[in-house]
């Protein structure tokens, strides 16, 4: 199986909420790529990845700074240039497929994209959560919990039409918010007014 992870510059990522009873991949309409369980990144990654924090009653959250796919029926031999370009579009049009049903409007854009990183792997792992010392305190911001990626979430976005294009309005209120939290007030108000 080859594994394909896009990643973030400038420490900018994702934010999920999953549930650890959730499928390994999502399957992306229109192309033989899945959307690799971002609850398995840091099982299948070369380098260290900080596992997710277990809230409670089987949900977990945590950031992520890629976005992995996976295909079932290739090996890292024959992955060409074409390929990349192609994963690299499937990419883009899923960070605004994610962006825009979540409504994290500090999700990764295309612009963010700074690395592609190809490997194969033998088998899919499975899901083992990392054990949590017993008395530890867990905190997660109100916004990032409200608007993180959740699993329905992502078969949503992994189902739209190729063809799909967020409302432009959509987009300026998503920048808006984006700004607002990036003390960025005088883009904020353009952003809402237009």
């Not at 398995?40 to 976005?67: C, K, N, R, V, W």
């Not at 079932?72 to 899923?94: A, C, H, I, T």
């Not at 867990?138 to 190729?162: C, M, N």
């Not at 209120?173 to 904020?188: E, K, P, Q, Y």
Request: overall charge neutral.
């Amino acid at each position: 199986m080859l594994v394909v992870r896009l990643g973030f510059e400038g420490g900018i990522g994702i934010h999920w909420r999953l549930k650890g009873t959730g499928p390994s991949t999502f399957a992306v309409r229109g192309t033989e790529w899945e959307l690799l369980n971002p609850l398995l990144y840091h099982q299948t990654s070369p380098g260290p990845s900080a596992p997710f924090t277990e809230l409670d009653s089987g949900q977990f959250t945590g950031g992520t700074g890629e976005i992995v796919f996976l295909h079932r029926g290739k090996n890292g031999d024959g992955f060409s240039k074409s390929e990349e370009s192609q994963v690299m579009e499937l990419g883009l049009r899923s960070l605004t497929r994610l962006r825009h049903v979540s409504g994290q409007a500090k999700a990764p854009q295309g612009k963010h994209l700074a690395t592609i990183m190809v490997e194969e792997i033998q088998t899919l792992p499975t899901f083992v959560p990392a054990p949590m010392p017993r008395f530890r305190r867990k905190t997660v911001s109100i916004y990032w919990f409200g608007v993180a990626v959740t699993d329905d979430h992502i078969r949503i976005a992994a189902q739209q039409p190729e063809t799909f294009q967020p409302e432009v309005y959509d987009t300026l209120f998503l920048d808006a918010i984006a700004a607002h939290i990036a003390s960025d007030f005088r883009s904020s108000v353009l952003y809402a007014a237009m």
